[in-house]
């Protein structure tokens, strides 16, 4: 009888070992006050939008600056190198959310986010 191993297999099991949650941060969004959770394993962008809250975004990789907002506090982490901002926008605080990862909590200044679950009906439902 060969003996019993722990070792991944092909299929992808993990053996004996739990699967770790990733590490969830709060976010604000200013100035409307709206607040969203944002594992670090995901974008800014998309744990707005699992939250119903619609940051302005286009390319979704970090050159188009659609999505640009000003981090007034917290920590990011981007996902590719260098994103579509200058060295300056940096240092005012300008990021883009479509390629950043919370690493704290954080603030965001981010003035046209719309809430998907707050936005009116169009005047033809409104009868």
Not at 12 to 36: C, I, K, M, N, Y
């Amino acid at each position: 009888m060969a003996p019993m191993s722990h070792a991944p297999d092909a299929a992808g099991d993990s053996g004996d070992r739990p699967e770790t949650a990733p590490v969830v941060h709060a976010v604000e969004l200013q100035p409307q006050g709206w607040r969203f959770d944002a594992p670090e394993d995901q974008t800014l962008l998309l744990a707005a939008l699992d939250h119903g809250l619609r940051l302005p975004h286009s390319c979704r990789n970090g050159t188009c600056r659609a999505c640009i907002a000003r981090l007034v506090a917290g920590r990011i982490d981007y996902r590719i190198e260098w994103p579509g901002l200058s060295r300056e926008e940096k240092d005012e605080g300008w990021i883009l959310p479509c390629v950043a990862c919370a690493r704290s909590d954080l603030v965001l200044d981010q003035p046209q986010a719309i809430n998907l679950f707050e936005v009116p009906a169009p005047p033809s439902a409104r009868g």
